[in-house]
């Protein structure tokens, strides 16, 4: 059963950079596409960025084009999300999510598609 956990969130200024890292365990993380989705105070979940299985293809939400960048390195079972120009509005809890797709280069931020969940990580943009 694959399990994920995210690290790396906190507190930072506007303009500022984090980089979040979504560790997977207990199956091939390289079988998953990964999606990192956001949720703010008294606002749905959102998607921010997806990967395919080997990170070939990725996509963004237009609120995040150009200044936040998804990675993968599959041998180290981990996708990052590295986070620059940061705004108050990148504040939320930021969970990764992984749907198995071991064949297609599957890209997709349609959260009913997913079916594995990390706890999530609180980023705040703040000054």
């Known amino acids: 059963q694959l399990q994920l956990v995210e690290s790396g969130g906190g507190v930072v200024q506007p303009g500022g950079s984090l980089r979040l890292s979504c560790a997977a365990s207990?199956?091939?993380?390289?079988?998953?596409?990964i999606s990192w989705f956001r949720q703010a105070p008294g606002k749905e979940r959102e998607g921010v960025s997806c990967?395919?299985?080997?990170?070939?293809?990725?996509s963004y939400a237009d609120s995040v084009k150009g200044r936040f960048t998804i990675s993968r390195d599959n041998a180290k079972g981990t996708v990052y999300l590295q986070m620059n120009s940061l705004k108050p509005e990148d504040t939320a809890v930021y969970f990764c999510a992984a749907v198995f797709a071991p064949i297609t280069s599957l890209v997709t931020m349609t959260e009913s598609m997913y079916d594995h969940w990390g706890q999530g990580t609180q980023v705040t943009v703040s000054s």
């Open positions: 990967i395919s299985t080997k990170g070939g293809t990725t």
């Open positions: 207990g199956s091939t993380l390289a079988d998953y596409t």
